[in-house]
């Protein structure tokens, strides 16, 4: 087997140490060079400046990259007349401020009499405020109780030589034995004692007053409504009561006469019974009637 390089043929073995050769060439050290020894500069390239546009930042026409919030349309600056963002960045609304800056700063301390001012001394007062140091009341002198206007004066010589032939150990055992032996006072608290134990109190009756109240209110409400549902009603006049009442017991008489005419008879055909029957439901209608007007206090209703 042959390999080709250009017109001629190589054999296999030779192209084969071929790539090794070229394998072991690419696996030298060539680092250490005699070119170099001496480390190359390292060539730090000039920083460009920061590239500025000079079209104006202007917010787009009819976008809608805003600010969130539903006081804005969908759209903005419809016109294109805006010449800054139409909602304006917010620092820190979403996640808060950087981690650390709620931290309390060193430099920032409360300074002396920040607020507060410094206190006079007592020369500056009296130059500038001597009124302040006037008192305002007057400590009573313990002499007074005295019978003096002051401590005593210098000419005045207190009496000397003033003794007692009191024993005052035998008087106090003696106060002591005779005195009444001191009763033990209860200072518990007596409930039922109270001035308004077992009362009504006053915020019930008020609450009472009230609900009566609107309890009226709520009844005359429907004594008004029934007033004027109730149909129209007059008393009758008793000479009216008498005359009607008078009138049924005449044709009360004048029915049970025609009544009592045909009860002999046992055998009643059809038009017989009928008309029995219809003379029994007058004459207790009749009855019913009289027995009402037999009444005092009669309404009548004016709507029938």
Partial sequence: RTALHGAHRIPDWVAAGRTRSAKMYQSWNHGESIYQIVPPKMMIPAKQPMFKSKIPDYPPTASTFHGPGKTHPIASNIAGDATEKIVKDRSHADLGKRTGTYKNDPT????????????????????????????????????????????????????????????FLVTNAVEVILAQPRKNVDTTKDWLAKEDYGKVPKYLHSVKRDIQSEFDYIQQLHDQHHAENQPPIQPLEDEERVALLEGLKAKWEKRNVEYQAGTHVSVLSDGQKRGRETCEAELSLLEKDIEKLGKTDILVDLSR
């Fill in 108 to 167: 920032t301390f409360m300074k002396k009499l920040s607020r507060s001012c410094s206190v006079p001394s007592l020369r500056e007062i009296k130059k500038a405020n001597p009124y302040q140091l006037k008192p305002t009341h007057l400590k009573e002198s313990r002499f007074a109780a005295m019978g003096g206007g002051g401590p005593p004066k210098r000419s005045e010589i207190p009496i000397m030589g003033l003794k007692s032939s009191k024993n």
